[in-house]
């Protein structure tokens, strides 16, 4: 984990030009949630409804999955870029071939999918819980850069989008 974020910070100085960090662009900071939505993924069809119930506590974001068939999770994609006046700048992105092996989005997709030991979702209507504000702080540790940055997550099958999220978070200093 420590080494993605190695990644996403040197991808991030280089791109926005910020030189050294100091307390003026990186540091404690908070996070505000600009846009959390679904989204397009790579493949034409989807394994079922996978739809976004309720995202107004950040901490508990509720997701609505209804698939009339399983649905196995082969492959994954983080794509994460920079917003700066509305301008959006691809820092990278990444890729996953065994997403329910992966340090950080693996317990996430287990746990909180409830996927099988194969990566796969059975069949059925599921209402899933996830503390995405939580996850987050996980994901970038106590200190980071400050700015708006965009982050589309998506994992799928050879045939099927199994989920796509696209999140814009502010992270920024404390007030």
């Avoid at 739809?51 to 999955?65: A, C, G, R």
């Avoid at 196995?72 to 990278?92: D, E, G, Q, R, Y």
């Avoid at 939580?134 to 106590?142: I, Q």
């Avoid at 502010?170 to 007030?175: G, L, Q, R, V, Y």
């Amino acid at each position: 984990m420590q080494y993605l974020l190695y990644i996403i910070i040197f991808s991030s100085l280089i791109i926005k030009g910020i030189g050294q960090k100091d307390n003026q662009n990186y540091g404690p900071y908070e996070v505000v949630f600009e846009k959390f939505e679904t989204c397009k993924g790579p493949k034409q069809s989807e394994c079922g409804l996978f739809e976004i119930k309720s995202s107004k506590n950040m901490s508990d974001i509720v997701f609505n999955l209804d698939f009339p068939r399983d649905c196995p999770a082969t492959s994954a994609k983080i794509a994460t870029s920079t917003i700066t006046n509305n301008v959006t700048k691809k820092l990278w992105n990444y890729a996953l071939n065994k997403p329910c092996e992966h340090f950080v989005l693996g317990p996430i997709l287990v746990d909180a999918f409830n996927l099988t030991k194969n990566c796969k979702v059975n069949k059925g209507r599921y209402e899933v819980h996830l503390d995405f504000a939580a996850k987050a702080k996980m994901f970038l540790g106590t200190s980071f850069f400050y700015g708006e940055y965009g982050f589309k997550t998506m994992s799928f099958n050879k045939v099927n989008n199994f989920f796509c999220v696209y999140a814009v978070l502010n992270i920024k200093k404390p007030d």
